[in-house]
């Protein structure tokens, strides 16, 4: 009797003791904290990075093949942290505004001419969602590595006045949203699940406090692949559907920005105002048939080399730019020419009060590019070498970025525009190594447009159209 009596109390103990443990793990799993995989105590802030350490541990080769499905999900890190939104009253720096022009321009500059070189068509980047997705990944970034990232993004800008004036931008742009003219500014950051990689906590913050960024903790398997792409598609508006196609094996982050733009004109196009059938000669001097929208306008842009006009959206936040090259100059070489400041100082010098005849035709395109040339060439070089410091992102994990993929859409008819930009960062390990004459701006060859934020006076979207029928 004694040893069945015995036996139960055993029993009943070791069952309480299982209760108790599988709630202790249930209480914990409910908060994820940001270290990933390997756990630290949640109440114990991480020291600070060391710098000075000549290398980190050597770790193994990561697989070449995308890994197989691991069944863990997606884990949205909370870290207690939250944006802090700006007052929008508040004006944005000047340096800031010249910096980051001179940055819109630049990465324009190369990429047509990397289009034109390459036999492409038609060009749309957003600078601005490119500076968001490098802006977060600069916050990681330590030494000459952040120097580089610094002069390239915003010439004579700090980073913490870089940071202060990206959030000042998405403040004003969700502050001036309307049913009829938006701008939506959405930011992510998608840590690997992987063991011992741990993020470091002004990391983390900055890009939640600052750029209001989602964090993910995930296994970056296909499940990771098609929920990052249904984040973007989501985001856009569905006019990007995928940014990226799968994960190597070698990422262990992915930031990401998505811009999404959907206004209707100040003044719609009317039925008769839509011409059909109307000639555009294309950059390789072919003409094609398109629809024409043909009005008059009141406000003229011209600085020597070319013409223009700019047409608003509702609420007049935002407004678009056509700049059309002089007769007998190539949209390439205008473009190859242009300052770093001339799309703000064209729309700034803009004649407002003219009578201006103009043409413009409907298109709809997509875009794509790997921006990680084009930023190396710009002088953000070392960020994509194995000597890469970015000891502010992740503590004892050397890191460089990986990719810079950008995608970009936009459609223009009567009615108004619709464009989106999305921008993936990944990073991979460094295991191994008036008057009354009228004006006219007839846009029926390759012309630069600019989707323009009146307030700041700097380009949302930045584009070329070469041939209005080429999706």
């Known amino acids: 009797m004694f040893k069945k009596i015995l036996s139960a109390v055993i029993s009943i103990t070791l069952v309480m003791g299982m209760c108790s443990c599988s709630e202790q793990a249930s209480s914990q799993s409910a908060e994820p904290s940001i270290t990933t995989a390997s756990q630290k105590d949640p109440d114990v802030t991480p020291s600070e990075p060391d710098v000075t350490q000549s290398k980190p541990a050597e770790t193994k080769t990561e697989p070449v093949e995308p890994p197989a499905e691991s069944g863990r999900e997606t884990v949205e890190l909370t870290a207690n942290y939250s944006f802090g939104k700006t007052k929008t009253e508040q004006q944005i720096d000047a340096d800031f505004v010249k910096g980051l022009s001179g940055f819109s321009v630049e990465l324009f500059k190369k990429t047509v001419k990397n289009d034109l070189t390459n036999g492409g068509s038609n060009t749309l980047v957003s600078p601005e969602s490119v500076a968001f997705a490098m802006g977060m990944t600069a916050n990681g970034a330590n030494g000459s590595t952040l120097r580089q990232m610094q002069d390239v993004l915003c010439k004579g800008v700090d980073i913490d006045k870089f940071n202060s004036n990206m959030n000042l931008l998405i403040s004003k742009a969700h502050n001036s949203n309307t049913a009829d003219s938006k701008l939506s500014i959405a930011n992510s950051v998608w840590v690997r699940d992987k063991e011992g990689l741990t993020l470091n906590q002004q990391f983390v913050k900055n890009c939640k406090e600052l750029y209001n960024a989602e ?18 598609n989501d985001k856009t508006d569905k006019m990007i559907p995928k940014i990226i196609d799968r994960f190597t094996g070698t990422e262990v982050m992915c930031l990401v920005n998505c811009v999404a733009f959907d206004s209707k004109w100040e003044e719609e196009y009317t039925e008769k105002q839509e011409q059909k059938d109307q000639t555009f000669t294309n950059a390789k001097g072919q003409q094609v048939k398109c629809t024409m929208l043909g009005r008059k306008e009141d406000i003229y842009v011209e600085n020597g080399r070319a013409t223009g006009f700019v047409k608003n959206y509702k609420g007049g936040k935002y407004a678009f730019m056509a700049v059309l090259p002089n007769e007998g100059t190539d949209i390439g070489n205008y473009v190859a020419s242009m300052s770093g400041d001339e799309i703000t100082t064209l729309y700034q010098n803009r004649n407002c009060g003219c009578n201006v005849v103009t043409k413009l035709p409907e298109f709809t395109f997509d875009y794509s590019a790997e921006m990680g040339d084009t930023l190396a060439a710009m002088g953000m070089k070392e960020a994509f070498t194995n000597n890469a410091d970015f000891s502010k992102m992740f503590e004892n994990t050397s890191v460089a970025v990986n990719r810079v993929i950008h995608k970009t859409h936009i459609e223009l008819d009567a009615k108004g525009t619709k464009a989106a930009a999305a921008t993936a960062v990944t990073m991979r390990t460094n295991a191994v190594s008036v008057q009354e004459d009228f004006k ?16 700041s006076g700097l380009p949302v979207f930045i584009g070329t159209v070469c041939d209005p029928t080429v999706k």
């Not at 964090?215 to 973007?232: H, I, Q, S």
């Not at 006219?440 to 307030?455: C, G, N």
């Open 440 to 455: 006219k701006v007839i846009l029926d060859r390759p012309f630069l447009f600019a989707i323009m934020d009146t307030e």
């Open 215 to 232: 964090m993910f903790r995930a296994p970056f398997d296909n499940k990771t692949v098609e929920a990052l792409n249904g984040w973007v």
